[in-house]
């Protein structure tokens, strides 16, 4: 499943900061506010679109298990 390259809201390409993003989350299981503090991005509307495809990936992945 890929990530929408860029922010719905304001356009700013968030796709490259998928990986990181979900890296530090999944497997180093940090904290996804922390990280997108630490990786610069403030916005609301682009943290909501990292968070919740995060939240779509492990739904998905919880749903195929069962
Ligand atoms: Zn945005």
């Known amino acids: 499943m ?5 922010c719905f809201s304001c356009g700013q390409v968030v796709a490259d900061k998928w990986e990181e993003f979900s890296t530090r989350t999944k497997t180093n ?3 996804p506010a922390k990280v997108l503090d630490e990786m610069g991005i403030k916005r609301y509307c682009c943290r909501r679109m990292l968070i919740s495809h995060k939240e779509l990936i492990d739904e ?4 195929s298990r069962k």
């Not at 890929?2 to 860029?6: A, K």
Request: charged fraction near 35%.
């Open 2 to 6: 890929m990530i929408p390259v860029r």
């Open 29 to 31: 299981k940090e904290d």
């Open 60 to 63: 998905v992945v919880n749903y």
